[in-house]
């Protein structure tokens, strides 16, 4: 992946994403910019990364491509996204290796993608905020662990659900990309470590080749930023 200016985005043929221009988590690879590397690097598709600070995410020409001035944004050809599940989706649905050929297993694989971004990540969403944004707060303690104990019922059904299997429905999909990326969110929470086969699910993800491209362009990317 390539990082460009605003200027090269016309003469460019690759999809361009945008990007935090300083990295929140510190390149942690937690941004949702993620899961839209490792989808690309899934399908084998070369973009350009076009990265955007804070005050410039707020400006009306960033909100023409993203109405709520966040990250990231998809640029390809007339055709701009700004929900990662949307992209996502959009890549898996145009390229080889995301989406299983029978139609079923496709609605399946799309159907976890769904209850990645509805069902598991707005309680895991909710407990950032708290640690966030509420902490001084003298009713947090309560909050965290109401927090955490729909954060746990989640896993636990989760888990039920995987079972020892490796993937969720079968071989690897776009729904299995969005679940982990998902529960990469809990690292260092404690939490994930409750449900073993949740945590080796998370593992094995990680492991896969375009994972681990996709991480450690976005961590140097950062990295580089940060740099004299």
């Known amino acids: 992946m390539t990082e460009t200016g605003p200027q090269s985005m016309t003469a460019d043929s690759?999809?361009?994403i945008t990007v935090f221009e300083r990295s929140p988590d510190g390149g942690k690879g937690l941004s949702r910019d993620m899961r839209v590397r490792w989808a690309l690097?899934?399908?084998g598709r070369p973009c350009a990364v076009r990265p955007v600070s804070?005050?410039?995410?707020?400006?009306?020409?960033?909100?023409?491509?993203?109405?709520?001035?966040?990250?990231?944004?998809?640029?390809?050809?007339?055709?701009?996204?700004?929900?990662?599940?949307?992209i996502v989706f959009h890549i898996a649905d145009r390229h080889e290796g995301l989406l299983p050929r029978?139609?079923?297993?496709?609605?399946?694989?799309?159907?976890?993608?769904?209850?990645?971004?509805?069902?598991?990540?707005?309680t895991i969403i909710d407990r950032e905020v708290a640690l966030y944004l509420e902490r001084d707060e003298n009713w947090?303690?309560?909050?965290?662990?109401?927090?955490?104990?729909?954060?746990?019922?989640?896993?636990?059904?989760?888990?039920h659900r995987l079972g020892d299997a490796d993937w969720l429905d079968g071989r690897?999909?776009?729904?299995?990309?969005?679940?982990?990326d998902v529960l990469r969110r809990l690292g260092g929470s404690g939490l994930l470590e409750?449900?073993?086969?949740?945590?080796?699910?998370?593992?094995?993800?990680?492991?896969?080749?375009?994972?681990?491209?996709?991480?450690?362009a976005q961590r140097d990317f950062f990295k580089a930023a940060v740099e004299p």
């Open 172 to 180: 690897f999909s776009a729904g299995d990309l969005m679940t982990a």
């Open 140 to 159: 947090f303690g309560q909050r965290l662990a109401l927090v955490e104990a729909r954060i746990r019922a989640r896993l636990t059904d989760l888990s």
């Open 41 to 43: 690097e899934e399908v």
């Open 54 to 86: 804070f005050a410039v995410m707020k400006e009306p020409a960033h909100r023409t491509l993203q109405p709520f001035g966040q990250i990231p944004t998809y640029e390809d050809g007339g055709l701009t996204l700004f929900e990662t599940g949307a």
């Open 102 to 122: 029978d139609a079923n297993a496709r609605a399946r694989a799309i159907n976890w993608m769904f209850a990645a971004l509805s069902t598991i990540e707005p």
């Open 14 to 16: 690759r999809p361009t």
């Open 194 to 216: 409750e449900f073993p086969n949740l945590a080796a699910f998370v593992a094995r993800a990680e492991a896969r080749p375009a994972f681990m491209r996709a991480f450690v």
